[in-house]
């Protein structure tokens, strides 16, 4: 930092903001940007992570802190997360869960006030640097919607790691790192992401050091052995809890997978870094340009734009000052570990969670570049706060999900899968013409798949011709109009392309219950269990089935299981009630 810069602080006196009016400040900010998500409704993976989660309904914390977090296959464990996640529904549903969002969204720009305080010596900058980072509008996803939860939460814990490492630095130097190692040790519990954690903040309080070292500062030798230590100690309860500590996909299920290209991993840098500066479109389902059917031009465009970035970053690395050296930081590490990794997180690795602690990089880059113009600065906060006003309530609903997202990424097919899942699900529920919606769509993910010719990937395929079989099977009232047989090897041609998806079992099954095979429609709602033991329909339809075989034992516990996944499944309760007036008549005396 430069020599004259704690000076000026010191000479602002009292008209620098005190950290409390700033969290002041911020929080009311975040409250007029965000209010309109406390109203946000259970959109994508919120079905599994709330409404068929029966640990975290009914408050079984121990369940929740020592099973995996939402898919055993993806090597997530987010105890801490996962214990915020039920201490919120638990208060107020979904509506407790967005507010605790809203509050660590507060917490971590308050964090970031105190980070940018410490590297620009002036509170009146710190305050800008933490307003625009609570407002960028890359954090709607985070705050807005509650499966996200474990991001701020995860930021919040590593940003007050790297605060606690700048005040142990410049103030207590000779004590032990405590503060930071147990933040970061949090981190990890709230978020894998968070690793990096340890490699930002030994490099952050390095760089940010302005005065020249020719080897390893000795103080942080032992917050390094400290992070080890942690580090260790979160690898051994993730080898207890997990199956697969490190996640990934399991290739003798589904073959191996294609090699890392280095244009993947030149767009999963470039483009987030891109999105900091042009926030459009935001959306959660964002593809990467290198998977097959897109345009050839744009896989060899991003190594070239991320070569111009590496290349801008290494100059300002080399000529900028130590404050934008960390700004650097906090703009690249984070992006690392999603970047090695994202052949694990799912099929739209690119987010704009991931940006949550890059956008403070950003945020300070900014503040530090226009260091003589602040007030030029208005014009981004105006402007992310307006495009915030119009993002967050695209996460009230799924239909306001899904119809954004198609509007910005309609040629994706897998999109239109989502879209017509949608649809049946309203349809089961006994809405007018989601049929028909739900046809549509699945039709549409076909056509475009049909273009993409023999690159096309086998997962999607499939799950657009189950979605066609289920809209067949729902459309058909009643049953014996129908062609079970037909049906069934429909389904069972569908999961011939992707045997992963449970759904599919469950329409197979329930086509050879119709057909009346059912000790084979049996054995695939059970093959559905196994893929997602968390599958309403699958534990709904195997105690159907039982309760039409006489077997009322155990139709009741499974028809329980299903209620413990969904409460909000009325076919499950009304099939409940009966047997349970049936067992009362049995009960009654002859007359």
Same mark, same amino acid.
């Given at each position: 930092m430069d020599a004259a810069a704690p000076t000026a602080d010191a000479n602002a006196g009292t008209r620098s903001p005190r /950290?409390?009016?700033?969290?002041?400040?911020?929080?009311?900010l975040v409250a007029v940007v965000y209010w309109p998500a406390l109203a946000g409704e259970a959109v994508y993976d919120d079905r599994q992570n709330f409404l068929t989660n029966g640990p975290l309904r009914d408050g079984d914390l121990w369940t929740v802190c020592t099973s995996p977090f939402y898919r055993d296959e993806l090597g997530?464990?987010? #105890?801490?997360?996962?214990?915020?996640? /039920?201490? !919120?529904?638990?208060?107020?549903?979904?509506?407790?869960?967005?507010?605790?969002?809203?509050?660590?969204?507060?917490?971590?720009?308050?964090?970031?006030?105190?980070?940018?305080?410490?590297?620009?010596?002036?509170?009146?900058?710190?305050?800008?640097?933490?307003?625009?980072?609570?407002?960028? #509008?890359?954090?709607?996803?985070?705050?807005?919607?509650?499966?996200?939860?474990?991001?701020?939460? !995860?930021?919040?814990?590593?940003?007050?790691?790297?605060?606690? !490492?700048?005040?142990?630095?410049?103030?207590?130097?000779?004590?032990?790192?405590?503060?930071?190692?147990?933040?970061?040790?949090?981190?990890l519990m709230a978020q894998e992401n968070c690793l990096l954690t340890a490699p930002l903040l030994l490099l952050g309080l390095r760089v940010s050091d302005g005065r020249p070292r020719t080897g390893p500062a000795p103080r942080l030798r032992t917050l390094a052995g400290l992070l080890i230590v942690v580090v260790c100690a979160w690898l051994s309860m993730r080898l207890l809890v997990l199956e697969r500590p490190f996640g990934g996909v399991d290739t003798a299920r589904c073959g191996p997978l294609p090699p890392i290209s280095v244009s993947a991993l030149a767009e999963m840098v470039g483009r987030p870094l891109t999105l900091l500066a042009v926030p459009h479109p935001l959306l959660p389902f964002q593809s990467l340009h290198d998977e097959p059917g897109r345009d050839a031009a744009?896989?060899?465009?991003?190594?070239?734009? /991320?070569?111009?970035?590496?290349?801008?970053?290494?100059?300002?690395?080399?000529?900028?000052?130590? /404050?934008?050296?960390?700004?650097?930081l906090l703009l690249v590490v984070p992006l690392l570990l999603p970047a090695a990794c994202y052949r694990s997180l799912g099929e739209f690795p690119l987010a704009e969670r991931y940006l949550y602690v890059p956008a403070l990089g950003f945020a300070l880059a900014l503040v530090e570049v226009a260091r003589h113009h602040r007030r030029l600065l208005l014009l981004p906060a105006a402007a992310w706060a307006l495009i915030d006003l119009g993002q967050v309530p695209v996460w009230r609903d799924p239909d306001r999900l899904f119809a954004h997202a198609l509007q910005h990424a309609g040629t994706d097919p897998r999109l239109h899968v989502m879209a017509g899942n949608r649809a049946l699900e309203l349809a089961a529920a006994g809405a007018p013409g989601a049929i028909e919606r739900a046809r549509r769509s699945h039709q549409r993910a076909l056509a475009m798949l049909a273009e993409r010719g023999p690159d096309v990937s086998r997962r999607q395929l499939a799950a657009a011709h189950v979605g066609m079989a289920w809209c067949e099977l729902l459309a058909a009232e009643?049953?014996?109009?129908?062609?079970?047989?037909?049906?069934?090897?429909?389904?069972?041609?569908?999961?011939?392309?992707d045997q992963r998806l449970p759904g599919g079992w469950v329409g197979y099954g329930v086509a050879l219950a119709i057909g009346r095979r059912f000790e084979a429609a049996e054995a695939a709602f059970r093959h559905a269990l196994e893929l997602d033991h968390r599958c309403p329909e699958a534990w709904f339809n195997l105690g159907y089935l039982q309760f039409e075989?006489?077997?009322?034992?155990?139709?009741?516990?499974?028809?329980?299981?299903?209620?413990?996944?969904? #409460?909000?499944?009325?076919?499950?309760?009304?099939?409940?009630?009966?047997?349970?007036?049936?067992?009362?008549?049995?009960?009654?005396?002859?007359?």
């Open positions: /950290t409390a009016t700033a969290v002041l400040l911020l929080a009311a997530y464990w987010r #105890p801490l997360a996962s214990l915020a996640m /039920t201490i !919120g529904h638990r208060a107020a549903g979904l509506a407790g869960v967005h507010a605790l969002a809203l509050l660590l969204h507060v917490l971590a720009a308050a964090a970031a006030f105190r980070i940018a305080a410490h590297l620009l010596a002036d509170r009146r900058a710190a305050l800008a640097t933490a307003m625009l980072f609570a407002l960028h #509008p890359v954090h709607v996803e985070s705050v807005a919607w509650a499966s996200a939860l474990s991001h701020p939460l !995860g930021a919040w814990c590593a940003l007050q790691a790297l605060a606690s !490492g700048l005040h142990w630095r410049d103030r207590r130097p000779h004590s032990v790192p405590w503060r930071p190692a147990a933040w970061f040790a949090a981190a744009l896989r060899y465009s991003w190594p070239l734009a /991320t070569l111009a970035i590496a290349v801008a970053a290494a100059w300002t690395w080399r000529r900028g000052s130590s /404050t934008l050296r960390v700004a650097l009643p049953h014996d109009r129908l062609d079970a047989d037909r049906l069934a090897a429909q389904f069972l041609a569908a999961l011939d392309q075989t006489g077997r009322r034992a155990e139709a009741r516990h499974n028809l329980r299981q299903a209620l413990r996944c969904d #409460p909000g499944l009325l076919a499950a309760t009304d099939l409940l009630q009966q047997l349970q007036h049936r067992d009362a008549q049995a009960a009654l005396p002859p007359r």
